[in-house]
Structure formats: C-alpha cells, structure tokens
C-alpha cells in the first residue's frame, strides 16, 4: 500500500484548523441558533416543489430569486449577489478581495474561521465596554494594517446591538477596503439599517439572509452593493451555487407577507422576554435588537445545564462571552416554557 | 461621494477572470447540458419537501445523506463528503491542497475556473491522438511541476471515453500529490471505475455527483476517500453546504431503484445513438461510455444553428473541440427527434 504525507499536501494554513462542529442536544424547546420558531407554510412548498423539474440544472443567476430580493430591498438586480447562505458569501468575499479581514469581537464566528480556511490573516479587534466599535483603536489597526475586508454584523451576534451608524460611517469614509455590514438581524431592528446609504458609497456591501426569518433550510443569502462590486465577486461564484428549491421557495417566502407578520410577532415577544428576564433575579438580560437576548447569569454552565435538564436548549457563550447564555426569541409558550424554566434554576 | 479603486482591491488573480456565464436558449428539446432526460418522481418530491420544517438549519453533516452514499457506493460514512455539487468539492479540494493544479485537456472546464477564481496555477496537458491521457508527457510534468492536485475526469467530458486505467494507476501510483479520479459520468459506463482501488491508494479521491442521473437541481456531489483527507477537506467545508431539500430528496432518491433503470435506459438509448449517427453521412461520432455523444461535423456552427432552427439546443464546443458537437442523450423521442433533425441538416 502507498503511504502519503498529508502534512506535506495540505495547505499549512489549513492543517492547524478543526472543522466546525455542531452537535445535535435532544430537547423540547430549541432556543440556541437564532432561528424562527415559525416555518414557511408546507402546503406551499409541497406545491412549489412538485413543480421542479430535478433533472434540470438550477437557473445559474437566480434571476427570478435575485428580482424578487431586490423589490423587497428596494434595489436593482444588479446590486444582488445570490449565496448558498451567507457563509458562502463571505467566502467569496475573501476569494475575491483577499485579507487581512478585520472584524470586532465578539461576533459571528464565520469571519475569522472562513478567512483562516482560505490562508488570509484575521484582525479582531474588542468591542468597547458598550459592545459599540471601539473607533479609536478600530481606526488605527485599520490605518496600520489596510484590511482589505471589514466585517461589522449590527445588530451584532451575539451581543444584539446595533453598532452606532456614526462610527460604521466613520469606518466606511476613512477606510480604502470593503466595508460588509452584515444584516442578518437587521427586520428585527427598529434602525433602518443601511441600505439607504449603498449609492454614496461604492466600497459598502450589505449582506441580508433569509436563514434568521424562517427559512435557514433553504440556504438563501444576498450580497448587496454598487453593480461594480457585484461583478468582481461573481467570478469566484460557482454557477449553481443556489439550488432550484431554494429559488424557488425563497422567491415566493419573499413575496409573501406572512415573513413579515411572523418577523413582528418576534419582536414583540422578544421585547416581553427582556422585560420578564429583567425581573428575574440573578439573570441581567442586555437589550436586544435581534431575535436573541444575551443575558448574564452568576453560573452560566450550571444555568445552561438546569435549563437542558428542563428541555429548554440555548446557547452557552463560554468561548466569546464568559459569564452569558443566549436565548433565541421562540414562539410565545416556547418563550413561556423557557422563562418559568429559567426563573426555577435562578432560585 | 466616495471614490475606491477596486482595481487595487481585487484579488490580481480575479481581477482578469470573466463570470461563468449560461445564457438560457429557447428550445423544443434540450440536449445540451448532460442532464437526464428523467426527473424524480413529483408527487415523491411533494411529501418529502412538505415535511421539512424550513425555520430549522439543515443537518451539517448530512449524516443521513452520507449514510446513503456510502450504503450505494460500498464504504462506510466516513470515507464520504458531502458538496453543494461537485464544483463545491473542487473549490475545497483547491482550499484545502493548493496548487499546481493539474488536468488533461479538454476536460471538465471546472478545474481551470475554479483554479483560477483561488489564485492557483493550473497546469493543463494535452490528451493523446486516441483521447487518452499523454502518459509520458502527464509524468514528466508530474515530476517537474510536482501538482498538489491532478484532476481525472473518467468517463471524460466532453470526449466520453474513460481512460485507461493502467496510465491512470501509474500516475497515482508516481505523484506525490492527490489524484481525484471525477466519475461524474461513470454510471453510464460499463467499466467498474476506481472505488475498488481506494483501500490501496490513500492519495486517490473519487468524485461522484447526482447531476447527471435525475437530479442537477438539487446540487448533490460526494467526495470518496481515505478518511484522513474527509477530515482535511472537511475543514474548508461551510457547515450547512447541502441544505435540507436537498439533504432529504438526494436520500431517498439514492435508495430508490428507479435511478437505476433510469440509467440503463440512457446507456441503451445512447448506444442507439451512437450507431444511427455513424451511419449519417457527414457525421462522426465518437464512442461514448457517458450520457452524451461528441461528434464531428464538417460545419459545426452551421450543424449547431440548423439544428437549433428545429428546436434542437446541442452544445457546441468550439472552444475545446474545434469541429465537434456534443448531444446529450434525451428520451426515446427527443433522441428520435434529434436524429431526424439531424439527418436533414446533414444533406
């Protein structure tokens, strides 16, 4: 038998990493990927998908995906970059524009692990005392280093802030790379995001998904920025990156204002779940502008496991966040199982 | 407002690439693209999609898919990774090994694109006077350029023969690199293909895909290997790359008997083909162990239009085969359809 040297083979930047893992922890109440606790309505798949012709490739520009996000977003076709969700998305980004990749933390973990999968140098720079940009020292790693990315998810994950607009502007004027500004939280928030500002400024990306607002099976997520932008990131895109299911699904969930009622029932219960969790004692939940609340909790691990015991699964932050869980806004008796849960383990 | 220059911001290896572009051209009978002419069974797709609860990440390991994958190509779970397709494989087999990259031509045009869109060399070696892999020539440049990664297409698009399996077990056998053996065609052929040999070479991966058996719309390919290199690959991989439609409907569709009769019906057809094109005047087909036939014409862009003009879309290879079009076998009736067509262009 032959022997080979996989050490020698394999690009060294990739031999130090560890694949994500997610483990799959049985429980009653799923509250730990911020997802919606409301699915799209399965008659309607059923019919979309029966009409599917599987043999036949997927449209390779999801033109009628890519039309239908941009009526929703209020931009042109042009100024839409489709994704197989928007991991992938950020690893176009870096395959196209390269590193160093600049991101605050804590946050969404696929900057940094996308970016050390493709060789590029990561930057992560603190959070202020107010989970707000430190600018100062944001504006001056950006100075030394010209990230050629600057990731900023706001409303932030996990803390579920907004960052101020006034220093995301700050960052997006003074610096000469890519600024992301990642929405993914953003129809959870009462800010209007920043959208409006696309056509002032050619080196802002804004990244939207559907994966937060019922539909994370399909994989869907878009790139929005100036038509320039969106030309140079569709070369490294693979042709059929978006499946003719999640076309097709997608384009019809974003027609339909049934996400909308769902994406307002969210927030409603997330504002109720702040309020209850305030009044718990030991538990200090942060205002949120997303479908999650973080909270601080004396014991986060004793916390997570009595809230398991109970059914009730949600996120313990131990890596980015000591001291914080985070709870996924679920449907309103799911937020009641987790709060009477939740008020039982802080006795 | 303010100015970039994406000039300097681009990747330099991104900078002069050109989008993959797929025009779609009206047609009665489409025979361009190495689709099967069979879809998957509708209502089948119906309950399998209705069931499916979209508000739920998909299964990032696709344990259930890969279980079927591996029960269908006879090895455990853990010799198999699971893509978005298999242009998603190549895009992490290139993350994960680098280049050189290495491949006869004309192949698969996916190897050089996706080599390029990450910055890698691409090294492509011309086929024999038979379409066979140039075994000298291939070894020399083996030796010299010393390729992170060769890739095999057998059967070959768009040539449609295998080649042989002595050169390609001498160059597994001599590179110290990976050699992926892509078998995207091999259901159609009456060779045995290079899954037997896996246990005995640890640098041989084979790539097997859904695309061209019923199922291009789902975007399902599987990498075959030593569990040592899953594991390294699997560290580039994003972690939700095969979502839930096609999770669930490639599984089924894998333990289903109909794909396989749907495969002996194209191989039949195909060999009806083969025969009623040779005996046209003009035309020469070449023999073919996948789910297409290449063929010589005298005029092949007059050939192509005037099948075109009867609703007949075949690919022209212009680019990779000067003087040949290729023919992907259809239904009974549209390859009845296309023979006619073709027939009448020929006097």
Do not use: H, W
């Amino acid at each position: 038998m032959k022997k080979i040297d996989l050490g020698k083979l394999v690009r060294p930047s990739v031999c130090g990493l560890r694949a994500y893992s997610a483990k799959e922890i049985p429980c009653k109440v799923k509250l730990d990927a911020n997802e919606s606790p409301y699915a799209y309505d399965s008659r309607k798949i059923a019919k979309l998908a029966a009409a599917i012709r599987t043999n036949r490739y997927p449209d390779p520009e999801s033109r009628e995906l890519r039309k239908a996000a941009g009526k929703r977003f209020g931009v042109s076709s042009e100024n839409i970059l489709q994704g197989n969700g928007s991991d992938e998305l950020i690893y176009y980004l870096i395959a196209a524009f390269s590193g160093p990749v600049l991101f605050p933390v804590p946050t969404f973990s696929m900057y940094g692990i996308i970016s050390r999968a493709l060789g590029e140098t990561d930057i992560a720079v603190p959070l202020d005392g107010e989970f707000d940009i430190d600018l100062e020292r944001t504006l001056r790693v950006v100075k030394k280093e010209k990230p050629k990315l600057i990731f900023l998810s706001s409303p932030n994950n996990p803390t579920g802030n907004c960052f101020s607009s006034e220093r995301i502007l700050k960052i997006i004027e003074t610096s000469k790379g890519i600024i992301v500004v990642d929405e993914a939280y953003q129809p959870f928030s009462s800010e209007k995001g920043f959208l409006p500002l696309l056509k002032d400024y050619p080196n802002l990306v804004i990244m939207r998904t559907l994966s937060k607002i019922g539909l994370a099976a399909l994989r869907v997520g878009f790139l929005i920025a100036d038509p320039q932008i969106i030309r140079e990131v569709n070369k490294v895109r693979l042709p059929f990156n978006v499946n003719s299911f999640s076309q097709a699904i997608a384009t019809a969930a974003l027609k339909d204002r049934g996400l909308d009622s769902a994406i307002r029932n969210i927030v409603s219960e997330r504002n109720r779940l702040f309020l209850a969790m305030a009044k718990i004692d030991g538990i200090k939940p942060y205002p949120s502008e997303a479908n999650f609340v973080l909270f601080e909790v004396k014991d986060p691990v004793a916390t997570y496991n009595a809230l398991l015991k109970k059914g009730v699964l949600v996120r313990n932050l131990a890596d980015s966040m000591k001291g914080c869980l985070r709870v996924t806004v679920g449907t309103p008796e799911e937020n009641t199982v987790f709060l009477k849960a939740l008020k039982e383990c802080a006795i």
